[in-house]
């Protein structure tokens, strides 16, 4: 972001600022674990599928359960959102990297033998917890985790339904992680972090997530308990093969990720029928779009609008639910309000509800005599960027650091835990003894009118899964829906990537203001102006920038004393700039950002 | 020459025209010209020109010559009618064109070595016979395509590449077409859009024979120090007489000129040609006076630009020969041979 001066003109952009150019490939820095997304799309359409799993394993540690179950905030990130196109299919691409990889042993880093003796506790074998163990293990760390179920995994393995995450995807990451050495305390629930601590590790990492699924206390909720189930309880009884059918009419309660994986589920449990109720509206739903897409592709009604108020029993069975109906209102502030519809009230006949509205950290084995403090919700007190408790052996990580988020969080701060354990435990400090961030810019200049990087852009739209057969995967709970892309299909959609970490620099004693580059853009990103403020600038540009979340590129004055300033928010990073520029003032420089990991260290 | 090809996506606030149409739809294929070329920037000035007025393709016909310039008709207007003619005779292609469809929108894209050298002839009548054309050229004072030896267009002293200094005199087209009866006269920058857009626009609503001489530095051969036509060289020493703006409505009062420096002509269409004097006392419908600053600025060493001489009101070739005011590709077989009994009518008129 350029910063702005006295006299209110743009001040010239410092590339070398790390965030700079990391802002302009939106999908990673809207990525919690920031993967370099364009680099490994790259790798894929190179069928180079081992490197791209590494460069994703390295960043976010579960690269085929995330492949196939991130909440992909890059993905509407992605720049073609704003080119008027379809994003590009990140998250299918990840898979294909995984589905498609070749032995990855030889790239795995070393874990020593001879350890450096230091004992690390890990407490819930979750997403963050593994990927604690992941950073610290090539350290010389011991590490020790502990978790109350027979097999790690966490929710990955007791929430996210088989047909979504094939059981031998989630062991093979798993068990990767296990197999550098992790000392397992499996089947052990920790009731008592004090006798824990007790054991005097170096440190404790709590990565328990949020199990408490929230409930409803409503008229009739206590006289039909045993046909009232808790969304996340009852997956996880699925999973683990507690429970095994389902009958009669089912409701779903609730709009989220966890209440599409029970209606799916139950479907395929034998239910007779199954409708989703929401309390809001459809568009407000926290599902993410593709979900509530899968569930109604399946033939499951949504019913919005729909807040519950009884349930309806005879003789101790549950006959049904009784829901208000209410319209929503947008009020002056843009949100949504909900107001009485007018309409009676609506009994939908049921045998089982399922309740997903939600869930809530929950610590009760944390004896608050530790010195862990814990706010109002329940929440720990920590530093959010290095994840210490108020107890500075005790770190936090995952859904129990902040409340519910998702898998792809838990990798990104396990990272920074990670970092934190080991400044801790080598005594430094840590926040200013952290790895700083960096940017490395590489040119890609090949030949004359070569590019190592493809920069020809496809104006192909965003390519479809290939789903399995609808019926084999509705009989069956372990059929996994989605086929996943082939390898034509991912070099297909790998095409669409616009490369948005090859950057157009652009050095301004070079520049002869010859116009070549502003006739030739695309997207009339590149405008040569008198230098103004900023909100003025963006209105004088070849195109007006009115994309003020994307920054501008200002350069110096340059001979006739005007600036270029380039608008990153809809440049293709197709290179024509760079092609057409006679003086190599702009050159197509790869940007490499570099993320702190406890790696960084290069110990 | 660029192996990119030119995405199709264009920016999504991209303007529509009334036709529909954005400017992205003016363009012509990817230019084959060295990186930089002057030349680029004129073909973008016409299709920004021409998708701001909001004109139909379909009723261009791009006529040029040989020549790094001539090249450009390809590189915009894609979906119009074109002919790359032999070298130096694009005034006679665009004539015959004119003559057979006067409704169509002629643009004669010419250079400094087509028009000034080979073709001076051509250009000399074309301009007499004051064809309702904009005739443009792509002045760089150079042979890009033969390696850059002197064009006639390059100024006496001004220095080749290896500073060897040119011993003749140049050949001012502006002054020519000043005397040879163009009704609309301007010089303009291809580095300065911001003046020669709306010259483009003023000169493509002109009725008659409009003539624009665009400095247009060639990046390869004549942009070194020493050349009088080199980006560097223009932007120090160019001096516009007269802006020109295409204003469709009322004209609007801007604060930026002072009073009595604004004229307002009326174009045939009815849109409105504001000219802002730079130097109060320039009159540019006097045409001995242009001739004479043009000539003046030259001996100062300096580059006249702008608007320069129009005659809004003035005669173009259809009107000399009194044609009909339907194209002639348009009247039927009777009409254009009414046969021999006629004929025999008119050479009996001769006896």
């Known amino acids: ?603 | 020459m660029t192996f990119v090809t030119k995405p199709r996506v264009h920016h999504p606030k991209l303007p529509i025209n009334d036709l529909g149409l954005t400017r992205r739809d003016y363009e012509g294929s990817v230019s084959t010209l060295c990186a930089g070329c002057g030349h680029d920037s004129v073909s973008a000035a016409i299709v920004q020109a021409c998708a701001e007025l909001s004109l139909p393709p379909h009723r261009f016909a791009k006529v040029s010559g040989i020549g790094c310039s001539s090249k450009t008709p390809s590189y915009f207007l894609n979906r119009s009618h074109g002919f790359n003619s032999v070298h130096g005779r694009m005034p006679s292609v665009i004539t015959g064109a004119n003559l057979a469809n006067r409704d169509l929108m002629c643009i004669g894209v010419s250079g400094d070595g087509d028009s000034a050298s080979i073709g001076l002839g051509q250009f000399a009548h074309v301009v007499r016979r004051r064809t309702n054309m904009l005739y443009l050229v792509d002045n760089n004072g150079t042979y890009g395509l033969t390696k850059g030896q002197f064009s006639a267009t390059n100024d006496k002293g001004s220095t080749s590449k290896k500073g060897v200094p040119n011993l003749y005199e140049p050949i001012d087209l502006v002054s020519m077409a000043l005397q040879l009866g163009a009704s609309f006269v301007a010089r303009s920058f291809s580095g300065d859009k911001r003046q020669l857009v709306p010259l483009i626009k003023a000169a493509l609503k002109h009725k008659g024979m409009a003539f624009i001489d665009v400095i247009s530095p060639c990046v390869a051969f004549n942009n070194h120090a020493g050349s009088t036509k080199s980006f560097e060289f223009m932007r120090e020493h160019m001096q516009s007489a007269v802006q020109a703006d295409l204003i469709f409505g009322q004209p609007e009062i801007t604060a930026d000129y002072a009073q009595g420096t604004r004229e307002s002509v009326t174009m045939p269409d009815g849109s409105i040609l504001q000219l802002y004097k730079v130097d109060a006392d320039y009159d540019p419908y006097d045409r001995i006076g242009a001739l004479t600053y043009v000539q003046k600025m030259h001996e100062e060493g300096h580059v006249a630009t702008g608007l320069l001489y129009v005659d809004p009101d003035a005669v173009e070739c259809h009107d000399i020969l009194e044609t009909t005011a339907i194209p002639l590709n348009e009247l039927s077989e009777d009409a254009l041979c009414p046969g021999s009994e006629a004929l025999t009518a008119i050479n009996q008129g001769y006896r």
């Open chain 1, 1 to 603: 972001m350029a910063l702005l001066v006295a006299h209110g003109t743009m001040e010239p952009t410092n590339i070398f600022d790390p965030n700079y150019f990391h802002k302009v490939v939106d999908c990673q820095y809207a990525c919690p674990a920031h993967t370099p997304v364009p680099e490994y799309i790259r790798l894929i359409a190179q069928e180079r599928y081992t490197q791209a799993y590494m460069l994703n394993w390295d960043s976010n540690v579960f690269p085929g359960v995330l492949g196939r179950t991130c909440d992909r905030p890059c993905e509407p990130a992605c720049r073609r959102v704003r080119t008027e196109e379809t994003p590009v299919a990140i998250c299918r691409l990840k898979r294909a990297a995984a589905d498609n990889k070749g032995d990855v042993t030889p790239y795995l880093p070393h874990v020593p033998t001879e350890k450096n003796g230091k004992r690390i506790a890990l407490i819930g074998a979750g997403p963050a917890s593994l990927a604690v163990a992941r950073d610290l293990l090539p350290f010389g760390y011991e590490v020790h985790l502990f978790e109350q179920d027979e097999k790690g995994g966490g929710f990955m393995r007791s929430q996210i339904p088989a047909f979504r995450l094939p059981e031998e995807v989630l062991d093979e990451e798993v068990e990767r992680i296990l197999d550098m050495g992790v000392h397992c305390h499996f089947g052990q629930a920790i009731d008592s972090m004090k006798a824990l601590m007790a054991q005097d590790f170096d440190a404790y990492f709590v990565g328990t997530g949020a199990p408490r699924g929230r409930d409803l206390e409503l008229t009739g909720r206590d006289q039909v308990d045993e046909y009232i189930h808790i969304g996340i309880d009852w997956l996880s009884s699925v999973a683990f093969g507690h429970v095994s059918e389902i009958k009669g009419k089912v409701i779903v309660m609730g709009g989220g990720n966890t209440a599409m994986d029970c209606c799916r589920t139950s479907l395929r449990l034998g239910a007779e029928s199954v409708k989703v109720v929401v309390r809001s509206a459809f568009e407000v739903m926290k599902a993410s779009e593709w979900e509530k897409e899968d569930a109604m592709r399946e033939g499951i009604p949504i019913i919005n609008n729909r807040p519950p108020k009884e349930f309806v029993h005879e003789n101790g069975k549950l006959k049904g639910v009784l829901f208000e109906c209410v319209t929503p209102v947008r009020g002056d502030d843009g949100r949504l309000r909900y107001e009485p519809s007018g309409e009676p009230d609506e009994f939908i006949e049921c045998d089982h509800v399922l309740m997903a509205i939600g869930q809530d950290n929950h610590c009760p084995w944390i004896e608050r005599d530790l010195g862990i403090n814990f706010d109002k919700w329940d929440c720990p007190e920590l530093d959010e960027i290095t994840l210490q408790s108020t107890n500075p052996k005790v770190f936090f990580g995952g859904d129990s650091a902040f409340g519910p988020e998702n898998i792809i969080w838990a990798s990104a701060h396990a990272h920074r835990a990670a970092i934190s354990i080991h400044l801790y435990c080598q005594g430094r400090d840590l926040k200013n003894d952290r790895p700083p961030e960096g940017v490395n810019l590489l040119s890609t200049k090949m030949g004359v009118h070569e590019w190592a990087y493809d920069a020809a852009h496809d104006p192909a739209q965003r390519h479809l899964v290939p789903l399995v057969e609808h019926e084999s995967s509705l009989n069956n709970l372990k059929v996994e829906v989605e086929l996943g892309f082939d390898a034509q299909l991912a070099a297909q959609e790998a095409q669409r990537c616009l490369n948005c970490d090859v950057q157009t620099v652009f050095t301004d004693n070079l520049c002869i203001e010859c116009d070549a580059c502003v006739d030739i853009c695309p997207m009339d990103c590149i405008s040569f102006v008198e230098n103004q403020p900023e909100a003025k600038l963006r209105q004088t540009l070849t195109a007006p920038a009115l994309n003020a979340e994307q920054d501008l590129y200002v350069s110096d004055g340059l001979k006739t004393g005007r600036v270029m300033v380039k608008d990153e928010d809809v440049c293709l990073h197709c290179g024509l700039c760079a092609e057409r520029c006679p003086t190599n003032a702009w050159d197509m420089q790869r940007s490499v950002v570099h993320i702190p990991q406890l790696g960084s260290f290069g110990e």
